[in-house]
């Protein structure tokens, strides 16, 4: 127990305290607090076990760079794993667990890994598991290196998705990023500002340092007030920028409720937002290195900065005996200020030599010893630091020499400071490795943003404020960073010191894979598995790198980084979807009469998007039985059917007839107005692509069918030919499917209830021939009547406007009820053309499928000119003798069980599986011939017909002969009538 | 994500549109008497650019409207907006 908090100061308020539960027992913080600042003020320090060997781990960073502190928030439906401590706000209530502990933190039992971690390196489970298969232990190993558990449920949460169009968007609520919204505030133009937390000022929030002559939280104040004066900015805290995406685009993940006790929550959780603006400023500051020693991962051992900001931001003292170890000066300023604060500084390291006089003699009355030309070795103790071991080091980062031994509960540490430029690089900007900050910085010239402040390398607090006005990416020279990657006491890194404390990966580790040959930055970053963790390597790439390159002794600039990817920090996968979720990721679309046939208890099935009755049930019926049923009510006497996702395209002008020439295999100029003909379409692959009914309405105007479903793909390739090909032709296409709802009649009875029908229309069957399609009026509702099957019976297709759709239907209920008219679905009709070997284009074809193979071959061959496919349906493949043919099949092994779809058929007197000749396409049982019946793709099945076959399906053989496709009624006599 | 200039309908986001490929892909004018290799170049076989690519693009949802877009493959500069049947813009190494 070592972190405390102060009687005064901080940006929390001490008269609301907050009630929360972390591992199962309960804390106390107060408003303002986040979980890792009320944990570390509670004197929590071990919160986490390591991903691999299961270390004990403490609280080290400040922000999302904190690769320890990892919790999985609340249980059930709306639990949230893998969130940073430091960015999670307290709230009342809150129930947080560490991810990697099983079964306590205290007691972890997989922290026998650790005793053999020598045992398991880099890549140890890949080189090791490997026989039988990694498959058999990759459950196991997940298990054991788990981090957090994703719900088990719907998420219960609602996202919401927007987009801003703006003049200037600036990433980073630091004083680089309030002095730049300032200056473009001040032209007029629009301008949003975000930060991810819930404070502005960034590093500076809450200290005593001095911007423009006034404190940081004064200026801080100050700022603020501005803008509230001015309509044009746009504030925005808890907006955490994700991603920066092509041509400028900046996605920004907005927590509206994640702060609050979840009984208050309403309305979505979180908003994210599409942002493109004219200009785009990134100032996201710099994340500290730490220092990569042996035991450097002790619970007790933070960055220095993130020990500032803790003592700033809300009032917590990390430590009350602290050694304070740097590369730089930044860290001096922290142990200043937590001397100020109470605490006792026993030591401040420096690897330099000589560190600034001003500091070491502010340290010096301060009474604070300073160190110089030293560095950690070794961080001493188990669950939490107990002392720190140092000696005289090298700039190579080789101790040698004697080394002393330091009490203390708490080691900061500070490698230095890495601009954060994810945002700069994910937008396609280049780096470049600064040797005098040993940091990549953003290569100004390559992107078409601006990048000020800490990201851009510029740690000085007045070249900041200068360079926010300006125009171009600019870095003035701070003190410069010296390198130190990594502390050894021998010539080799040191295979205890962490580089990757989320995902357990050492200098060792790195020098292994260096001794493997993994040389790239690329292949490193795989085998070790380096900044792959869900902070992608905040805190460690650079090191890693570094590291790396001394090892192969190669520049840092010849290295390069790894790719930086979107999201900065992990979102919810729900943020992405939005509403696209359920029904609103694709909506299914209703019938006209869909009410209607919810009261004929119809059972529904998505056909093509379309929400359709596939079949009736009356009461004490099954599927199979109301199926048989509507069949035979169909062939007997007479049924209705609605048909409106039938797809309707009219295509109208002068050069109509010429265009649909060429979209179908059919010749469509020479049909006459009023007459309609059934019509196959091919992809310029030469492949089906659809089928249907075209009618000729007048000689330029046509009314093209499609198959259910596919109205839109025709449509939109109509119009691809037509703009991009043909583009002279005078043609316009609509897709009036949704305009035309479609009652179908079918049966031998059919013309007994249209003849008592108030209509112009003479149905009989002078007046109304099969394929022709005529206009009128039915019970005063305009309509368009097709005589058309799909069933082989007597058929006419009425089309009325949409809205009119219920009255039609109800008529014809009415006409037909002394008829004993039956409503069928699409179970029935499947089953009736099945019965008449009607092809059903993507059920019996598939993307192999010629026009010869279906039997348009004489068609084709007829037509003189050229049309979408044909050619390509001549290549030599489509010209093989033993192409696949499409024909019936029926059972003759007296099983009425149906043919399995898609079984394979083999030659008569196999007995053992080979490559087939074809399959099953379609299969029912005829409820009219009372038998099972297939349609099938079959070698040569039109030259052998009568031929008995095999058909295997799932280790069982049935027996079957090919027939023609059509079974019933061939001669088609009971349409001539 | 691209911010595509559809000629009809101003700058929209690249979700709008349907990328159709490279442009223009000229249709044999006589397919019966084109042998099988050239009808395999046409129907298949296309340049996979790394620089400036001419590729033809659909506002899918929007107005409907195909055109042409020259476009640098490595940085995603959209460098002309073309007709559908406009000739491919010469542009400068300086583009």
Same mark, same amino acid.
């Given at each position: 127990?070592? /972190?405390?908090?102060?009687?005064?100061?901080?940006?929390?308020?001490?008269?609301?305290?907050?009630?929360?539960?972390?591992?199962?027992?309960?804390?106390?913080?107060?408003?303002? %607090?986040?979980?890792?600042?009320?944990?570390?003020?509670?004197?929590?320090?071990?919160? /986490?076990?390591?991903?691999?060997?299961?270390?004990?781990?403490?609280?080290?960073?400040? #922000?999302?760079?904190?690769?320890?502190? $990892?919790?999985?928030?609340?249980?059930?439906?709306?639990?949230?794993?893998?969130?940073?401590?430091?960015?999670?706000?307290?709230? *009342?209530?809150?129930?947080?667990?560490?991810?990697?502990?099983?079964?306590?933190?205290?007691?972890?039992?997989?922290?026998?890994?650790?005793?053999?971690?020598?045992?398991?390196?880099?890549?140890?489970?890949?080189?090791?598991?490997?026989?039988?298969?990694?498959?058999?232990?990759?459950?196991?190993?997940?298990?054991?290196?788990?981090?957090?558990?994703?719900?088990?449920?719907?998420?219960?949460?609602c996202y919401e998705q927007t987009s801003a169009h703006i003049d200037v968007l600036i990433v980073g609520?630091?004083?680089?990023?309030?002095?730049?919204?300032?200056?473009?505030?001040?032209?007029?133009?629009?301008?949003?500002?975000?930060? /991810?937390?819930? &404070?502005?000022?960034?590093?500076?929030?809450?200290?005593? %340092?001095?911007?423009?002559?006034?404190?940081?939280?004064?200026?801080?104040?100050?700022?603020?007030?501005?803008?509230?004066?001015?309509?044009?900015?746009?504030?925005?805290?808890?907006?955490?920028?994700? /991603?920066?995406?092509?041509?400028?685009?900046?996605?920004?993940?907005?927590?509206?409720?994640?702060?609050?006790?979840? &009984?208050?929550?309403?309305?979505?959780?979180?908003?994210?937002?599409?942002?493109?603006? %004219?200009?785009? $400023?990134?100032?996201? #500051?710099?994340?500290?290195?730490?220092?990569?020693?042996?035991?450097? *991962?002790?619970?007790?051992?933070?960055?220095?900065?993130?020990?500032?900001?803790?003592?700033?931001?809300?009032?917590?003292?990390?430590?009350?005996?602290?050694?304070?170890?740097?590369?730089?000066?930044?860290?001096?300023?922290?142990?200043?200020?937590?001397?100020?604060?109470?605490?006792?500084?026993?030591?401040?390291?420096?690897?330099?030599?000589s560190p600034s006089p001003a500091l070491v003699e502010r340290a010096e009355a301060l009474g604070i010893m300073v160190h110089a030309s030293m560095a950690p070795t070794e961080a001493i103790g188990r669950q939490t630091v107990r002392a720190v071991r140092i000696g005289c080091v090298s700039s190579a980062?080789?101790?040698?020499?004697?080394?002393?031994?330091? +009490?203390?509960?708490?080691?900061?540490?500070?490698?230095?400071?890495?601009?954060?430029?994810?945002? &700069?690089?994910?937008?396609?900007?280049?780096?470049?490795?600064?040797?005098?900050?040993?940091?990549?910085?953003?290569?100004?010239?390559?992107?078409? &943003?601006?990048?000020?402040?800490?990201?851009?390398? *510029?740690?000085?607090?007045?070249?900041?404020?200068?360079?926010?006005?300006?125009?171009?990416?600019?870095?003035?020279?701070? +003190?410069?960073?010296?390198?130190?990657?990594?502390?050894?006491?021998? %010539?080799v890194p040191d295979a205890e010191a962490w580089v990757d404390f989320q995902n357990d990966v050492t200098a060792g580790d790195i020098a292994l894979a260096a001794r493997e040959n993994f040389r790239s930055v690329e292949h490193l970053k795989r085998y070790t598995t380096l900044g792959m963790a869900s902070d992608q390597g905040k805190t460690s790439n650079v090191n890693g790198i570094g590291i790396l390159s001394t090892l192969l002794a190669k520049s840092i600039e010849a290295i390069g980084t790894t790719k930086f990817r979107p999201p900065y920090d992990p979102i919810p996968f729900g943020l992405l979807a939005g509403h696209r979720i359920g029904d609103g990721l694709r909506p299914r679309r209703q019938l006209a009469l869909h009410d209607w046939h919810v009261g004929r208890n119809a059972s529904f099935e998505e056909y093509g998007g379309w929400m359709r009755p596939a079949a009736y049930l009356r009461p004490g019926e099954s599927e199979a039985d109301a199926v048989r049923r509507e069949v035979l009510a169909v062939r007997t006497e007479v049924g209705i059917f609605e048909a409106s996702p039938l797809g309707k395209i009219e295509v109208k002008g002068p050069d109509a007839a010429a265009f649909l020439d060429l979209m179908y295999v059919n010749r469509i100029s020479t049909l006459k107005p009023g007459r309609c003909r059934y019509a196959i379409m091919l992809s310029e692959n030469g492949t089906v692509f659809d089928d249907g009914v075209v009618t000729r309405l007048t000689d330029d105007h046509f009314l093209v069918g499609t198959t259910s479903g596919h109205a839109a793909i025709i449509t939109e390739a109509f119009r691809e030919w037509l703009q991009c090909e043909w583009t002279t032709m005078r043609v316009l296409v609509e897709d009036v499917t949704t305009c035309w709802a479609v009652a179908n009649v079918v049966g031998p009875q059919t013309r007994s209830v249209l003849d008592t029908l108030a209509s112009d229309i003479d149905f009989s069957a002078d007046a109304f021939a099969h394929m022709t399609a005529q206009r009128g009026y039915i019970g005063g509702i305009p309509a368009r009547v097709a005589r058309v099957s799909f069933t082989g019976e007597l058929s006419y297709e009425i089309a009325v406007p949409w809205r009119c759709a219920g009255a039609l239907w109800e008529t014809l209920i009415a006409a037909g009820s002394s008829h004993g008219i039956v409503p069928f679905g699409v179970e029935a009709l499947m089953t009736l053309r099945i019965e008449k070997g009607f092809l059903h284009i993507g059920a019996d074809t598939d993307g192999t499928t010629l026009p010869q193979d279906i039997g348009l071959g004489a068609i084709m061959a007829k037509k003189t000119q050229d049309f979408v496919g044909r050619r390509s349906a001549h290549r030599p493949d489509g010209l093989r003798g033993d192409r696949r043919s499409f024909v019936g099949l029926e059972a003759t092994d007296g099983n009425a069980a149906p043919l399995a779809i898609g079984a394979h058929i083999l030659p008569a007197g196999t007995t053992q599986p080979q490559p087939g000749e074809g399959w099953v396409t379609s299969s029912t049982w005829s409820p009219t011939l009372g038998a099972p019946l297939a349609l099938a793709m079959i070698e040569r099945g039109e030259k052998r017909i009568g031929e008995n076959v095999r058909v295997w399906d799932l280790g069982a053989w049935r027996e079957a002969r090919i027939t023609r496709a059509c079974r019933y009624d061939p001669q088609g006599t009971r349409l001539d009538v | 994500m691209l911010l595509i200039e559809c000629p009809w309908c101003g700058p929209r986001a690249e979700s709008e549109y349907r990328c159709g490929g490279e442009s223009p892909i000229v249709r044999p004018a006589d397919p019966a008497a084109t042998d099988d290799a050239a009808w395999a170049d046409y129907l298949f076989y296309r340049d996979n650019v790394k620089g400036l690519s001419f590729e033809r693009w659909h506002h899918r949802f929007g107005c409907g409207l195909w055109f042409n877009i020259a476009r640098d493959t490595v940085s995603h500069r959209i460098l002309a907006i073309y007709g559908i049947t406009d000739p491919r813009p010469v542009l400068g190494p300086g583009a």
């Open positions: 127990m070592s /972190g405390y908090r102060l009687e005064r100061s901080g940006d929390i308020d001490r008269s609301r305290p907050i009630n929360f539960r972390w591992e199962g027992r309960s804390y106390t913080g107060f408003a303002g %607090d986040t979980l890792a600042s009320a944990l570390l003020a509670s004197g929590v320090r071990m919160i /986490g076990r390591s991903f691999k060997y299961h270390r004990p781990r403490g609280l080290i960073a400040a #922000g999302l760079d904190e690769p320890n502190f $990892i919790v999985q928030l609340e249980r059930g439906a709306g639990t949230t794993p893998n969130l940073k401590a430091p960015y999670v706000e307290l709230y *009342d209530g809150l129930d947080a667990a560490p991810v990697n502990a099983w079964p306590s933190l205290r007691f972890d039992l997989l922290a026998a890994n650790s005793i053999f971690k020598r045992f398991i390196p880099a890549a140890f489970y890949y080189k090791t598991f490997m026989w039988p298969t990694w498959r058999l232990f990759e459950p196991l190993i997940r298990k054991a290196a788990g981090l957090g558990a994703s719900p088990k449920l719907p998420d219960p949460d609520g630091g004083i680089a990023g309030l002095a730049a919204a300032q200056h473009a505030a001040m032209s007029g133009k629009s301008v949003m500002l975000v930060t /991810g937390g819930r &404070h502005w000022g960034g590093r500076l929030a809450g200290t005593s %340092d001095s911007v423009e002559g006034k404190p940081a939280a004064v200026w801080i104040k100050d700022m603020l007030r501005t803008f509230t004066a001015m309509p044009n900015v746009t504030l925005m805290t808890r907006t955490l920028a994700t /991603g920066h995406f092509d041509h400028g685009m900046v996605s920004l993940c907005e927590r509206l409720t994640d702060h609050m006790p979840i &009984h208050e929550r309403s309305g979505p959780r979180q908003r994210f937002w599409r942002v493109r603006a %004219d200009a785009l $400023i990134l100032a996201t #500051g710099a994340i500290e290195r730490p220092l990569v020693f042996r035991g450097n *991962d002790r619970p007790g051992i933070m960055l220095a900065g993130a020990a500032r900001a803790y003592l700033h931001r809300h009032a917590v003292v990390a430590g009350r005996e602290i050694v304070v170890a740097t590369t730089n000066d930044s860290a001096w300023y922290a142990a200043f200020d937590l001397a100020e604060a109470g605490a006792t500084i026993v030591a401040i390291i420096d690897t330099r030599p980062g080789r101790i040698h020499g004697a080394t002393q031994t330091l +009490p203390c509960d708490l080691l900061l540490m500070s490698g230095g400071w890495n601009p954060a430029v994810h945002l &700069h690089s994910q937008g396609a900007g280049r780096l470049k490795f600064d040797p005098g900050l040993s940091s990549f910085i953003p290569e100004a010239e390559s992107s078409g &943003h601006r990048i000020i402040g800490g990201a851009a390398g *510029d740690f000085a607090r007045y070249s900041t404020l200068a360079a926010a006005p300006e125009q171009a990416v600019t870095r003035r020279p701070g +003190p410069p960073q010296a390198a130190l990657w990594s502390i050894s006491e021998s %010539d | -």
